[in-house]
């Protein structure tokens, strides 16, 4: 069968198939000390869990309104209102399955050929994707891990086509850990301003800060800033709801109201039960989400004292997220009792079979020096697995 041309511009999720693995090793009894897994270990809270049962026994299990219910849609406006000073209308919000399918939604409502779309590296894995998906081009702005991955605006500004349709802004970043700064924030929302672009706020991590920082959503810059802002959030990392696929999306009416049409020609409403969960969790979430955010703290320094102890590591101790981004470009070059490890997926590959650590090569989130560590898993995992990792490294000749 001759298959559509953009399906095979992509691959899988890279860190869902590593996950995969792990978890599937794990449940054939091999004891996996797993890193791979973007999501938090803690379990949905249980104010969120009865808001959830009670939908079922009232029967809340039919077709909600395409683009969510009101009450989640109401509780996501008085959230940016109260978190952020943004307003929003009913119609410029809009609730999907996940932050990854607001983010879909927004690539196919926004993007055709020819079209570019400015992403700084190291990002997600899905930005690049969706963008080719959509039959656009990702185009990529450098950053460095000596400058905490700041982003230059001359650098940036210089990548600018006429063809340049958006920027994506990921603060706090997956995979780094990195947060941009005000004026960061400032210089991206002028030149956004100056030359016409949309900015893409994709703020899921923007709970998971550490050492008491705050978040800035860069639409709360001023009114024509949040003109020409989409805000991506959702519920899967600050309230442990992975599993429960409930994203959300405001900004501009017509790019909104695109977006939710879209919505409803592919999957209508998201999961009608999980809605009245998130409600709860936007409400009421945000004392669990201080104490899980707590306990990373905790793992984190663990995590990147030990990493930064081993020879051939450096990892700079990320601001929020749960993630560490080593870089390992000390160890490449070495070899293994099985072959030479040149880059970080072979890397990656070595740790997994002969120690059974999964950890996530960097080359997916656009990096041939590192490899990413969720934190977000036990104490007890992470010393497990720094243990094997120093084994591990201390092989390499
Ligand atoms: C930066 C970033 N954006 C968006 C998402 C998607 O989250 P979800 O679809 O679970 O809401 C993730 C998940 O890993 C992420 O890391």
Redesign the pocket.
């Known amino acids: 069968m001759k298959l559509a041309a953009r399906a095979g511009r992509i691959t899988p999720s890279p860190t869902l198939a590593m996950a995969a693995t792990a978890k599937a090793m794990a449940a054939s009894g091999i004891d996996v000390a797993d890193f791979s897994s ?1 999501e938090p270990d803690f379990d949905t809270p249980e104010p969120v869990k009865a808001a959830a049962e009670a939908a079922i026994r009232a029967g809340f299990t039919k077709y909600t309104p395409s683009s969510g219910i009101d009450e989640l849609r109401h509780a996501i406006i008085d959230k940016l209102q109260r978190e952020q000073g943004l307003h929003y209308e009913k119609s410029q919000v809009l609730v999907s399955c ?4 607001s983010l879909y939604n927004l690539a196919e409502a926004l993007l055709e050929a020819g079209d570019e779309l400015i992403i700084p590296v190291p990002y ?1 894995v899905s930005y690049a994707d969706q963008t080719l998906l959509n039959d656009a081009t990702p185009v990529f702005l450098q950053t460095r891990e000596e400058d905490g991955y700041a982003i230059d605006a001359q650098e940036i500004t210089r990548l600018v086509t006429p063809r340049t349709k958006a920027i994506i802004v ?1 603060s706090p970043c ?1 995979p780094t850990g990195a947060t941009y700064n005000r004026a960061t924030l400032e210089q991206l929302a002028e030149l956004a301003v100056s030359r016409d672009l949309l900015l893409i706020s ?1 703020e ?1 991590y923007e709970k998971v800060l550490y050492n008491g920082a705050t978040h800035t959503s860069i639409a709360s810059l001023g009114p024509e800033v949040a003109a020409r802002t989409v805000v991506i959030n ?1 519920v ?1 990392k600050a309230y442990a709801m ?1 599993g429960w696929r409930i ?1 959300y999306a405001a900004g501009p009416k017509d790019l909104l109201t695109a977006m939710a049409n879209i919505q409803s020609q592919s999957t209508s409403n998201p999961c009608s039960i999980s809605q009245k969960a998130a409600v709860v969790a936007l409400r009421e979430g945000d004392a669990f989400t201080k104490k899980m955010v707590s306990e990373f703290d905790r793992r984190r320094r663990v995590i990147v004292d030990r990493l930064n102890a081993m020879s051939g590591i450096r990892c700079p101790m990320p601001s929020g997220a749960f993630y560490a981004f080593p870089n390992v470009s000390g160890l490449l070059g070495r070899k293994s009792p099985t072959g030479t490890i040149s880059t970080p997926t072979d890397l990656a590959n070595y740790l997994l079979k002969e120690f059974q650590v999964a950890v996530v090569p960097g080359e997916p989130f656009g990096s041939n020096q590192h490899i990413r560590l969720s934190y977000a898993t036990s104490l007890e995992t992470i010393v497990r697995g720094m243990d094997r990792l120093d084994a591990a490294f201390k092989q390499l000749t």
């Open positions: 973007g996940g932050a990854k399918h997600w990921n997956n994709d899921i959702g899967s992975t994203g």
